[in-house]
Structure formats: C-alpha cells, structure tokens
Nanobody, 124 residues
C-alpha cells in the first residue's frame, strides 16, 4: 500500500523557518506529481507548492513565492517544504500529496495519496 507521512510541524515565531518532510512508503515518487497543501482554521485546503513530472516544472502559490521551496530526495522516496520568513498567516495543517496523473500543472486538488497532516503554528 502507498502511504505518505509528514513530519516537521512545530510552533515557531514569525520570521522563523521550518522544514517539513514527507516520506513515501510502498512506492517511489519518480513518476508522481508531488505537492504540499495546507488548511488554516476555518478555511478551505489550498495548494502551496507542487512539482510536475510532465512539465518538469515547479509551481508555487503566489503568497509564498520566495519564502517556500519544494524539493525532493535523490532516492525519490521523500520530499520537503523549506519554509522561511514565516508569517502568522502561514499557520495551518500542512499535507503532502502525490498522484500519478498530471495534477500539478492543472492545479488540481484531486491527488491520489495523502499524508495525515502536520501542524505548523506561527506566533506573532
């Protein structure tokens, strides 16, 4: 079975940094679009960043450009979200996701495999 497990969520002060990890078990990510989503309290889940295999490109939500970076491990069994200069508005549960289809380029939220989420809290 395919599973994703996030880690790295924490409470940090505004201006700080965090690195989230997403470990894949039961499959490799080589042919999967991979993405990070987040859901803030009382809001809908939104895409943050993704890597498209078909387009060989990376996409970012406008409000986090220049602050967040999505990357993946050489072995294609893990990927990461480096978050710098964090703001209170970044407080949310962060989810990683993967899909064998072209989800990233089409900005689709319908990914096939999801992690359980990791909480990121940014204090003012």
């Amino acid at each position: 079975q395919r599973h994703l497990v996030e880690s790295g969520g924490d409470l940090v002060q505004a201006g700080g940094s965090l690195r989230l990890s997403c470990d894949a078990t039961g499959f490799t990510l080589e042919h999967y679009d991979i993405a990070w989503f987040r859901q803030a309290p009382g809001k809908q889940r939104e895409g943050v960043a993704c890597i498209s295999r078909t387009a060989e490109s990376t996409y970012y939500k406008e409000s986090i450009k220049g602050r967040f970076t999505i990357s993946e491990g050489v072995a294609k069994r893990a990927f990461y979200l480096q978050m710098n200069n964090l703001e209170p508005e970044d407080t949310a549960v962060y989810y990683c996701a993967a899909d064998g289809g072209s989800r990233c380029k089409s900005d689709s939220p319908y990914y096939d495999v999801w992690g359980q989420g990791t909480l990121v809290t940014i204090s003012p």
